[in-house]
């Protein structure tokens, strides 16, 4: 049964800042006034991509639910480079990537500031991150839950057997008799165990309580033995095909 992993993609395009009154900001003083336009635009001394592929977290509650989604990150790069007053703007995604888009461009080092007649100024920038979650292997990795490791995760025993010996489900209740495939994510942690368990069922008809029952018997699974990397047991992320075919 082949295990597929979860791929970060992370979409970054770079723009020059709305004004003051696209953000519903107040008109700033003259004294410390925040440009939209400059003569020469602020721009970071290192490559954006590689710092954000390297520093975002893919939040656990996000990576579960397959939440994915763009934030509108807007923020003012000041007079000596650092970055200040970073904001959400429009639709928010949920499971935390408005919160890790707004950490991971707040920890950012600082830029070259915008300039106007040769004079550092303060200046609005924007930049839309797009997070999404694609079936495949990946190469990057995240400090929280590792999705590529040297050593995978694995069981000492048979998954699917183990799920098939256990699921318990009362015949009067199979609606629906052969659901076929779905798929089951969770994180195993450093000590083996099992945690974050999800169903995705793919719009296959599955009622919650046959739902509630897979999500049981996975979570009763005997330990796992954790993904190694750098000869250290780190937390993984898997998401395997079962089939359900209930007579």
Do not use: C
Request: net charge positive.
């Amino acid at each position: 049964m082949k295990i597929f992993f979860k791929l970060l993609i992370l979409a970054v395009t770079l723009r020059p800042s709305l004004s003051a009154q696209e953000l519903n900001t107040p008109a700033p003083q003259a004294k410390n006034e925040v440009l939209s336009m400059v003569e020469v635009l602020p721009k970071a001394p290192y490559n954006i991509r590689d710092y954000l592929s390297k520093n975002v977290r893919y939040p656990a509650k996000a990576m579960e639910s397959d939440i994915q989604g763009t934030v509108q990150i807007t923020f003012i790069v000041e007079k000596d480079g650092s970055i200040s007053t970073v904001k959400a703007n429009g639709n928010r995604p949920g499971g935390g990537l408005t919160e890790e888009a707004i950490r991971v461009v707040r920890a950012m080092p600082k830029w070259q500031p915008g300039m106007n007649k040769g004079v550092p100024v303060r200046t609005f920038f924007a930049i839309p991150i797009t997070f999404k979650l694609e079936d495949d292997i990946i190469v990057d990795k995240d400090t929280t839950v590792y999705r590529s490791v040297q050593v995978p995760a694995k069981a000492s025993y048979d998954y699917t057997q183990y799920i098939s010996q256990h699921l318990k489900y009362r015949k009067e209740n199979k609606a629906n008799p052969n659901v076929g495939k779905v798929y089951v994510s969770f994180i195993v942690e450093k000590n083996g165990s099992l945690s974050h368990i999800n169903i995705d069922h793919k719009g296959k008809e599955m009622d919650n309580q046959l739902e509630e029952e897979l999500k049981r018997v996975v979570s009763t699974m005997p330990k796992w033995t954790p993904a190694q990397h750098k000869g250290l047991p780190v937390r993984s992320y898997l998401r395997m095909p079962i089939n359900i075919y209930l007579r």
